[in-house]
RNA sequence: UCCCCAGUAGCUCAGCUGGCAGAGCAGGUGACUGUUAAUCACCGGGUCGCAUGUUCGAGUCAUGCCUGGGGAGCCA
């Protein structure tokens, strides 16, 4: 793609410093290609320093960062003078020769020969290179994107996305869109936003796609949605978002051994996918430990509920049966492996109503969550649905839903009810783990949060 | 909803037992032909979050409020 820059330069009037019509426009990341030719670079200005006869311009264009060497020599005296001034951010065309040079981080940096403003920032840039407070870069968070670190963010999340779909699409899954509007919560209202819907009421912004996917499953087998999720709880926490994404696979016919199987190449397709896509900007930018995501692969470890209860009291950490696994049992637990580990059978008092009990033991629930190694905790959960008319019509009462709500989803029960299951990721905690990230904000480009909605 | 912490220059922070408002970076001017967060010299830059109170005197102490950060619960 010729950027847009270009284009536009095209149709301006000509400047003082007017481009040569033969050189080729070329981004930074394919300058390797290039060497000893004379191109034009388009981006913006990240930093400048000077050294008498020679200015150096740090030139960002979306695709690297390369240094524009301005000797005074070789560029008209108005040119050098200018270079000498020109504030950070500052829109650019900078016209030069491809030169090898060892002094280069990149191996390589362009002798410049001409350098064309296309804007001038009309205030000091507010980011500087030094360190920043995390509201203040939160509040200039359109303006934070820009640095190295959150464009290898943005694009390892490129690319998990592109992998889950690549995953699905690959195994014969069908994308079914669930709806973002709802009539009512899927485990209670207290979580949810509400909306004001005409002459109906209220309605809700989704709190998960999987009662719509239950219902899609019954129709095409194998199916999943991908779309942004939201909760409405108080949470201030590093693994917590009010709007996330999140994808939700649910296939006919399948029981909870064979989710876990799904679920463990599932995680294992999209860790790789990243590391091969992005090695060295995990590596280099972002400074991940490597080698621990090359270890994701199948097998995953798999503990019962029970088990788990037994390693956090090993541990020397109380729990009692029927507690829920919260963020430090998680931490003890996941530690205690190299790679994503999978805790299966939780007391079915703790998971929502849709979960199919154990059969050997009805205190259980056939659900599972899949804890992120170092920290990350929970970045699956899903299992076996109830698929008995009876039991799930004794567990709405049970956990006191309004029945007149879900008498669709008890219709799926009703005409050819069959075993199914699916889970849930949220691709911000997945995406966290795999960068290595302190806190899932990062993840997504414009984060909300309880404090903040802004910009 | 609960607990903890912070708010001082554009940014990051220091400011002791209450006594003239500070530094680094950023910005401006100049020097330097290889800088990597360049360096060096000089210059400009303040509603100390807001309000009330105590005091001869409050950035500093007290109370309330506002804004943000960290954590818990809940979850992905």
Redesign the pocket.
């Known amino acids: 793609m010729v950027m847009g820059g270009a284009d536009l330069s095209r149709e301006r009037p000509r400047r003082r410093y007017s481009r040569r019509a033969m050189s080729t426009s070329v981004h930074v990341a394919d300058l390797a290609a290039h060497v000893g030719e004379e191109v034009t670079l388009h981006g913006w200005l990240q930093?400048?320093?000077?050294?008498?006869?020679?200015?150096?311009l740090?030139l960002r264009d979306g695709t690297g960062v390369v240094?524009c060497?301005v000797?005074?020599?070789n560029v008209t005296p108005e040119v050098f003078a200018e270079a000498?001034?020109l504030?950070?951010e500052t829109s650019l065309a900078v016209r030069g020769v491809v030169?090898r040079?060892e002094?280069?981080?990149l191996g390589h940096?362009l002798?410049v020969r001409a350098v064309e403003v296309v804007a001038r920032p009309t205030r000091?840039?507010?980011?500087?290179?030094?360190?920043?407070?995390?509201?203040?870069?939160?509040?200039?968070r359109h303006l934070w994107l820009r640095s190295q670190r959150q464009v290898a963010i943005l694009r390892v999340r490129a690319t998990v996305v592109r992998a889950i779909r690549e995953f699905f699409d690959g195994r014969g899954f069908t994308l079914v869109d669930a709806p973002i509007l709802t009539p009512a919560a899927c485990?209670g209202t207290?979580?949810l936003f509400e909306v004001p819907y005409f002459d109906l009421g209220k309605a809700f912004l989704t709190?998960?796609g999987?009662l719509y996917m239950e219902a899609a499953a019954m129709a095409l087998g194998k199916v999943y949605c991908l779309g942004p999720?939201f909760?409405a709880?108080?949470?201030?926490?590093?693994?917590?978002?009010?709007?996330?994404?999140?994808v939700e696979p649910e296939v006919a016919f399948l029981d909870l051994a064979g989710d876990m199987e799904l679920m463990e190449s599932f995680v294992s397709h999209v860790v790789q996918a990243a590391l091969r896509a992005h090695e060295a900007e995990l590596r280099d930018v972002l400074e991940r430990d490597v080698e621990k995501l090359r270890q994701v692969r199948p097998p995953f470890p798999r503990i019962t509920y029970d088990e788990a209860v037994e390693v956090i009291r090993r541990a020397g950490h109380p729990m009692t049966w029927g507690?829920?696994i919260?963020?430090?049992?998680?931490t003890i637990v996941a530690s205690a492996y190299d790679r994503p580990v999978m805790v299966h059978r939780y007391p079915a008092a703790?998971?929502?109503f849709y979960f199919k009990r154990d059969p050997a033991d009805p205190r259980l629930a056939l659900g599972c969550?899949?804890l992120a190694p170092e920290g990350y905790?929970?970045?699956?959960?899903?299992g076996q649905r109830e698929d008995d008319l009876a039991t799930l019509e004794a567990a709405l009462a049970e956990h006191r839903l309004p029945r007149e709500a879900f008498e669709w989803y008890l219709d799926l029960r009703r005409y050819g009810t069959v075993p199914h299951a699916g889970?849930?990721?949220?691709?911000?905690?997945?995406v966290a783990w795999i960068c290595g990230l302190?806190?899932?904000?990062e993840t997504i480009p414009f984060p909300r949060?309880?404090?903040?909605i802004?910009p």
């Open positions: 930093g400048r320093r000077s050294s008498g006869k020679l200015h150096f740090q240094q060497v000797f005074k020599g000498d001034h504030p950070q030169k040079d002094r280069s981080r940096e002798d000091e840039y507010p980011l500087g290179h030094k360190d920043h407070g995390v509201a203040f870069l939160m509040e200039q485990e207290s979580t709190q998960s999987q999720t909760r709880e108080r949470s201030k926490t590093r693994r917590h978002l009010t709007e996330f994404w999140m507690d829920d919260g963020g430090d049992e998680e703790m998971k929502a969550d899949v905790g929970e970045i699956i959960g899903g889970f849930g990721m949220g691709v911000e905690r997945c302190h806190h899932v904000r949060m309880t404090e903040r802004t």
